[in-house]
Nanobody, 124 residues
Framework: QVQLVESGGGLVQAGGSLRLSCTAS????????MAWFREAPEKEREFVAA?????????DYADSVKGRFTIARDNAKNTGYLQMNSLKPEDTAVYYC????????????????WGQGTQVTVSS
């Protein structure tokens, strides 16, 4: 079993930045992928970004966040990060960290482990 603990959400004005963190315990696996999804009110869960936990560390991004968000990891800390810059009101959502052995990173149903979610609110 892997537990995911998220932090870093909050309220920010449009154009501002936030960094989300997701720490996996008790360990991580080099064959796994960590991703961020988000759920806005009355909308379906949406893929945001993903990073492979192997040495290549390949990343994927949703078109809506490319150029603004950056996903990264710190293997020594078993922690993944989502740096969010140039935030827009439409980025307002609960952000969830997900982790698992994945074939297609955008498929939320493939992930085995989920964090509790952290609220991100962007005011206009």
């Amino acid at each position: 079993q892997v537990q995911l603990v998220e932090s870093g959400g909050g309220l920010v004005q449009a154009g501002g930045s936030l960094r989300l963190s997701c720490t996996a315990s008790p360990r991580t696996f080099s064959s796994y992928t960590m991703a961020w999804f988000r759920e806005a009110p009355e909308k379906e869960r949406e893929f945001v970004a993903a990073i492979r936990w192997n040495h290549e560390g390949l990343t994927d991004y949703a078109d809506s966040v490319k150029g603004r968000f950056t996903i990264a990891r710190d293997n020594a800390k078993n922690t993944g990060y989502l740096q969010m810059n140039s935030l827009k009101p439409e980025d307002t959502a609960v952000y969830y960290c997900a982790y698992g052995w994945i074939v297609v990173p955008t498929h939320d149903y493939e992930y085995d482990y989920w964090g509790q979610g952290t609220q991100v609110t962007v005011s206009s």
